[in-house]
């Protein structure tokens, strides 16, 4: 799997490390996973500090798995936009695992 990480200001090595070591057990829940793209954002809001934006997207068969998450820091959204994936990961495992269950039963009958 390849993963891939942009950002507009310089990520260190063990920042760089801690995120693709996520990133895998992220794919823990989806096997299926071909490539992971992580993009951080920063922009100003009006009256407001400097925040962050973590994006993910896993390119998996069918649709992409996209989740942002906003932070005043890189790592705290980075935090929250792999918790939403992890997520959506174990959601769309679950409804395979019933729709896998219901054929096996449909099959039997």
């Known amino acids: 799997m390849e993963i891939l990480i942009e950002s507009p200001f310089q990520l260190v090595d063990r920042k760089k490390e801690s995120i693709e070591e996520s990133i895998r057990e992220l794919v823990k829940h989806d096997a299926q996973v071909t490539q992971a793209q ?37 790592l705290e959204a980075f935090s929250l936009v792999c918790d ?26």
Do not use: W
């Not at 939403?84 to 009958?109: C, F, G, P, W, Y």
């Open 38 to 74: 992580v993009y951080f954002k920063t922009f100003d809001a009006l009256g407001e500090e400097n925040k962050c934006t973590a994006v993910i997207q896993l390119h998996v068969p069918g649709p992409v798995i996209f989740a942002s998450a906003d932070a005043p820091s890189d």
């Open 84 to 109: 939403k994936v992890e997520r959506i990961l174990r959601k769309a495992r679950d409804m395979r695992n019933d729709h896998q269950e219901n054929k096996d039963i449909t099959q039997m009958s």
